[in-house]
């Protein structure tokens, strides 16, 4: 008896003391809110083409839960002051489960030649510490749709000059950056990479209480082939992201490691004037390990679905309805976790001019019953 007791004891400590990953890495419905929030593979393919041509400002705004928001908030410029100088402007505020970024980048662009572009590239912030400085090479074809851009930058290069705080930052923090489209006739291709160092953070006069250490890291890589002609269109986007983020607090770790990557094949087909059909394929495979109080756990997650819907076009409206459905195979420190999710789903959208989008969406989860979500939008490229 007492051999029995002190198993069932070791047991129930063991599982009180199981680390709390966050409950958004087992959510299944991500990847199918992933898909039906995201811009339209038309409207997304219009913004690619006027990065460093034409002036754009995005929203988007999605309901997650009752609760939670998934935000995309983006806006840039290009101002041309003179033959040889020239601005490029971006201002991007994402708020998303798996990342969040707030970032205001600037680009003053000297020609040396037509179609070659030297700049001096920053991100200036009205917390002094918080600004980059760097510089970039563009890469531009005649009408600026086609580009190569590289940029690379000193994150927060500031950052231990003057912090109130006290904080400390081991060594310099470098980003990254690189964009580029690319077509010919039906055929576009479009690529970005953001990619950073690890950040550290050091509080030495932080109070035992509070946070001692951090550290973070953020890297991303987006790609859109794309191959359109009359009204079919077909292609493949692909994201992937590495987020890592850790802090010592009160003598205790707290760490969350996580990549993945998230790809979508679609197809877009006529049936009959004003009709057609659109079709998707979803994938996302995910793994993620860290610490929640000194407690280590592991994770990861193969998802495999689509969707499937109708497109009924008539003048400036174009109205779409179907309906997604998944299965997410998770994995949590052994324990197999398989979860389905799908969703119901209906889209308007209204284009009164020819780059002025609008849209609004509404779904409903079908198996669960439960709340199933908002989304709506705008795109304008002027």
């Not at 850790?246 to 877009?268: I, K, M, N, S, V």
């Not at 998707?280 to 689509?306: C, I, K, M, T």
């Amino acid at each position: 008896m007492r051999a029995a007791a002190a198993v069932l004891l070791a047991t129930a400590l063991a599982h009180a003391a199981r680390a709390a990953p966050p409950d958004e890495l087992f959510d299944p419905l991500k990847a199918i809110e992933y898909d039906l929030y995201d811009f339209a593979p038309e409207e997304q393919a219009a913004w690619e083409a006027s990065r460093y041509a034409a002036n754009a400002v995005r929203l988007d705004l999605g309901s997650v839960t009752l609760e939670e928001l998934f935000a995309i908030q983006q806006a840039q410029a290009n101002l041309r002051a003179l033959s040889w100088l020239g601005f490029h402007l971006d201002v991007q505020d994402d708020r998303t489960r798996e990342a969040e970024v707030a970032r205001f980048s600037a680009d003053m662009l000297f020609r040396l030649v037509p179609g070659l572009e030297l700049a001096v590239s920053g991100t200036p912030d009205v917390v002094k510490q918080d600004s980059a400085v760097g510089g970039a090479l563009l890469l531009t074809s005649e009408d600026r749709t086609r580009y190569a851009l590289v940029r690379l930058l000193d994150d927060a290069a500031f950052f231990n000059l003057q912090n109130p705080s006290g904080a400390r930052r081991d060594s310099p923090v470098w980003r990254a950056q690189a964009e580029a489209r690319w077509a010919a006739g039906a055929l576009s291709a479009w690529a970005r990479a953001d990619l950073g160092t690890k950040s550290d953070v050091h509080f030495p006069s932080a109070p035992p209480q509070g946070v001692q250490r951090t550290s973070d890291e953020r890297s991303d890589i987006e790609a859109h082939l794309r191959w359109a002609q009359g009204g079919t269109a077909a292609g493949l986007r692909v994201t992937a992201r590495r987020l890592d983020f850790a802090r010592t607090e009160q003598e205790r770790d707290f760490a969350l490691r996580r990549g993945f990557a998230y790809a979508r094949a679609y197809l877009l087909a006529p049936v009959l004037p004003g009709l057609a059909v659109r079709a998707v394929l979803l994938g996302w495979r995910e793994q993620a390990h860290g610490f929640d109080g000194g407690s280590p756990y592991r994770f990861s997650r193969w998802d495999l679905g689509g969707r499937a819907g109708a497109v009924w076009t008539h003048g400036e409206w174009t109205f779409e309805g179907g309906y997604s459905r998944l299965h997410s195979a998770q994995d949590l420190d052994g324990a197999a976790l398989d979860r389905w999710a799908d969703k119901v789903y209906g889209t308007a959208r209204w284009a009164p001019r020819e780059r002025v989008r609008l849209h609004f969406l509404i779904s409903h989860q079908v198996t669960t019953g439960d709340f199933g979500g908002f989304n709506g939008g705008l795109e304008v490229i002027f």
